[in-house]
């Protein structure tokens, strides 16, 4: 299959070798489970147990709260200890609505819905259904509710199921690890998926650096002739960005502020699909994840299948503790990851990794002024101009940056990657976009604010307007009484 | 512990500094520096300490005076580069104050009265090159044939000193020379046609390697060549702005001399004499002052060389690569805003894509 060139990209020291050939365990059941409500891009999930319940693993906790938004199950059987707020797993560490989950050690599980008999002979609604009540969210780490993406075959011809296996990240091997061991399961769940967009071609792409994952989904794919294409994409930063994969595979651009739908191609990750097989074939709901647990200042690197809610603390114990300081603490890759503020936060539906970094592999260094050297803009995947919009931000003039398009970066972080003056150009770009967001916002509800106002003047003039009517009306009555009378 | 959470990601980073870019320009430039060094011995090595010398130490000043630290910028090693391509451009036996006026004008005017390292429209070299040429036009243009350090007759080092610091040239009788560019330039306002005064220049096959007259650095074509392949090749500078440059003096002066021989001197001719190699690797590529995209960068080559052939073949001065190389950073500013790379997903213009079914 041909492939097509994406623009820019960076090849950055990928270190995934301290974890790629490490097989997937299980971490033993935490005793505290601490779930937060929101897990997920979308309305937060409502809670439907009170504290001092007893539950079943696998029952549900808090339900969807909307179109948008996924349900949160308990990982393991026990009782709730506590509905309240907790440290999110978010540079912030705000408190955020948390279900805590005292493990009772039996890991008895609910009595699951029976699984469809046949998911191809299900409707695409029927599956989508089943999906949403698992769950499960983009496992990638954008953590949108997967339904919502399987229901777009109702609205959008679609024709392409695009499998990404692409994992870009530096460090990360959790889809390389669950396409190597699973990869029968994750073809089974695309092949489900694939039938719920009502998508006619399945294809795998998979980065170069993993070729015993494309071994593994080329042998999987095979059985039973499922017509799947597991292709070899090249290793390129920022390969798995869902825009820049199609582009690779199909050629075709998408449009900005468009979906990749509206070119007929959905794209899904590999471990999303995993847990769609898990949620169809035995019923069973999103209850843990795979999470690459690497860096520097971990005792031993590992991958690890991590129930949802588990402290972070815990996962970091796992894995031996710290052998030297770490600089940082990443949730996810080190080029589009979150910093950590402690180790008291869950690991949550997103974590693709729990990275602890030392100083000598983050390389931080004093930012130094801006030699204008053009590499940000030869490297822009996304083709703009990060040295230009950096000086509209750096002099707070966001309107000329959003003029140059900070609103289309996708924050791959390829351009402070590469910057030799070590200027922090995403950090901008994430401040500038933050800021226009908020602007819109305002904005929007000014105008909200003034027409009503408006429409409330109008309202009060037409009543004062009818009330000087009557009044007139009455007047002229009155005097036309008068007269009357005084004739009479 | 104390982790970090000051900043969005990437928490990677490639081994990239601005040290290190600076460290590579100048490894790139030895080779040619050290030949040029041999080539025309002492008063040539004081020329080269005065300047490196001058402009690191103006810039501490100037950092001194803006009340800046000092260690980063001085470390950096831009300095040390604006001075080196400056000495590059001097005539090697150019007096003590040359070399000093030359550097108030690089790193003071050009350079710190902008703010800085990377605010300056002008590239700071050629900025003290040219403001030099203007002002002291006689002692910029007094070449020397080739002295080399080991040949009998060059200057010893007493000798030397007295040239540059003493101002006279000893008993050194055979020592003026003009550069192949003035040469032609003269011979031709005396009515001798280019297609004859050019059989009196060295040979193209000398003016490569170097045993010419001309300034201290651009003699030698091939060691500059050698520098800027390096360059390359390390990905420190890309190819669009040097073949720009080179191609385009190449077109004109192989277009002009096939229409009229008698006044137009050849493309390769141009290609190799002056600062042509020096100027399209390591001047024309410098990167405050020249565009931020390539194809920028093409259209600022191009301009470059167009104006550095215009300049050679009309003008007044025999050499024009400084003169063009400012005239285009004037223009970089303009290149940037109106050559941008286009968005993905969107067309030139900034409009979003359209899709099948858009025109519904």
């Not at chain 1, 593994?216 to 597991?230: D, F, K, N, S, Y």
């Not at chain 1, 003034?450 to 037409?462: D, F, M, S």
């Amino acid at each position: 299959m041909t492939l097509f060139p994406i623009r820019g990209g960076i090849h950055p020291d990928y270190r995934k070798e301290q974890t790629s050939e490490k097989a997937i365990v299980a971490l033993p059941m935490p005793h505290f489970l601490y779930l937060p409500l929101q897990q997920h891009i979308g309305a937060p999930a409502a809670p439907v147990v009170a504290v001092g319940d007893v539950v079943a693993k696998g029952q549900v906790l808090a339900r969807a709260d909307g179109p948008v938004s996924a349900p949160v199950h308990a990982p393991t059987s026990g009782r709730i200890v506590e509905i309240g707020d907790s440290p999110a797993p978010h540079p912030s560490g705000l408190p955020q609505p948390t279900i805590v989950l005292e493990a009772d050690g039996e890991d008895r599980w609910i009595d699951l819905a029976a699984p469809l008999a046949d998911p191809f002979a299900a409707t695409p609604a029927e599956i989508a259904g089943r999906v949403a009540e698992a769950g499960i969210v983009g496992l990638g780490g954008a953590t949108f509710p997967s339904s919502v993406k399987l229901r777009l075959g109702q609205q959008t011809k679609l024709d392409t199921l695009l499998l990404n296996g692409a994992e870009c990240e530096p460090y990360l091997t959790c889809d390389d690890r669950v396409m190597r061991e699973y990869a029968a399961e994750v073809v089974d769940g695309a092949r489900i998926m694939a039938h719920a967009l009502g998508t006619q071609r399945i294809i795998i792409a998979i980065e170069d650096n993993k070729p015993q994952a494309q071994a593994a989904m080329t042998e999987a794919a095979a059985v039973g002739h499922t017509g799947i294409e597991v292709i070899g994409v090249p290793v390129q930063y920022p390969m798995g960005s869902e825009r820049h994969l199609v582009q690779a595979l199909t050629g075709r651009e998408t449009p900005a502020r468009r979906l990749t739908a509206d070119l007929g191609v959905v794209v899904h990750n590999v471990a999303t699909a995993r847990a769609v097989h898990h949620a169809l074939r035995f019923g069973r709901p999103l209850l843990s994840r795979v999470v690459t647990v690497s860096g520097g200042a971990v005792a031993e690197a590992k991958n690890v299948d991590v129930p949802l809610g588990t402290k972070v603390a815990e996962l970091v114990a796992f894995c031996g503790g710290f052998t030297g300081e770490p600089k940082r603490i990443i949730s996810g890759g080190p080029m589009m990851g979150q910093p950590l503020p402690s180790l008291d936060v869950p690991v949550v539906k997103g974590t693709s990794g729990i990275l602890a970094l030392t100083a000598a592999e983050t390389n931080e260094q004093a930012r130094q002024p801006c030699i204008r050297c053009g590499t940000c803009v030869t490297i822009c995947p996304c083709g703009l101009v990060p040295v230009e919009m950096a000086a509209f931000i750096r002099n707070d003039k966001l309107d000329g940056a959003a003029r140059l398009g900070v609103m289309d970066c996708v924050s791959c972080g390829s351009c402070s990657y590469i910057c030799p003056s070590h200027i922090p150009l995403v950090h901008y770009f994430n401040y500038a976009k933050g800021m226009l967001n908020a602007q819109e916002r305002d904005r929007r509800k000014t105008e909200t604010v003034k027409r009503l106002v408006e429409t409330h003047a109008e309202r009060v003039e037409k009543i004062a307007q009818a009330r000087r009517a009557a009044a007139a009306a009455a007047k002229a009555q009155a005097e036309l009484n008068k007269a009357n009378g005084a004739s009479a | 512990m104390s982790i970090l959470i000051d900043k969005s990601g990437p928490f990677t980073h490639a081994r990239t500094s601005v040290q290190r870019t600076m460290t590579l320009v100048l490894l790139a430039l030895v080779p040619a520096t050290l030949f040029d060094v041999w080539l025309f011995g002492w008063p040539a090595i004081f020329m080269f300490a005065i300047t490196v010398a001058s402009c690191v130490a103006l810039e501490a000043a100037c950092l001194t005076i803006a009340g800046k630290p000092l260690t980063p910028t001085l470390t950096d090693g831009s300095a040390v580069l604006t001075g080196w391509l400056l000495a590059m451009s001097l005539p090697p036996w150019a007096p003590w104050w040359i070399p000093m006026a030359g550097s108030v004008f690089a790193i003071v005017l050009a350079k710190h009265l902008f703010g800085g390292l990377g605010q300056n429209p002008f590239n700071p070299a050629m900025v003290g090159r040219v403001a030099l040429l203007i002002s002291f036009p006689l002692p910029m243009t007094s070449w020397v044939v080739p002295h080399p350090l080991t040949a009998a007759g060059s200057p010893g080092f007493f000798d030397s000193l007295m040239i540059t610091f003493g101002g006279h040239l000893g008993h050194l009788d055979t020592v003026s020379a003009a550069s192949a560019l003035g040469y032609i330039k003269t011979e031709l306002s005396r009515g001798v046609p280019v297609s004859q005064s050019m059989t009196h220049l060295p040979d193209l096959m000398d003016m490569v390697i170097g045993s010419r007259a001309g300034s201290f650095g651009e003699t030698s074509a091939l060691l500059i060549l050698a520098g800027g392949l390096f360059l390359l090749a390390r990905r420190i500078i890309s190819w669009h702005t040097p073949v720009a440059v080179m191609g385009t003096l190449l077109v004109m002066g192989t277009l002009f001399n096939a229409i009229d021989p008698a006044r137009f001197t050849g493309g390769l001719f141009h290609l190799l004499s002056g600062a042509t190699f020096l100027g399209a690797f390591f001047i024309a590529t410098d990167y405050v002052t020249s565009p931020v995209t390539k194809q920028g960068q093409l259209v600022y080559g191009v301009g470059i060389g167009l104006l550095t052939w215009i300049i050679r073949t009309f003008a007044g001065y025999p050499e024009g690569m400084a003169f063009a190389v400012l005239l285009m950073n004037a223009l970089t500013p303009l290149i940037d805003h109106h050559i941008r790379p286009r968005s993905f997903g969107r067309t030139r213009k900034g409009e979003p894509l359209t899709v099948k079914g858009d025109d519904r």
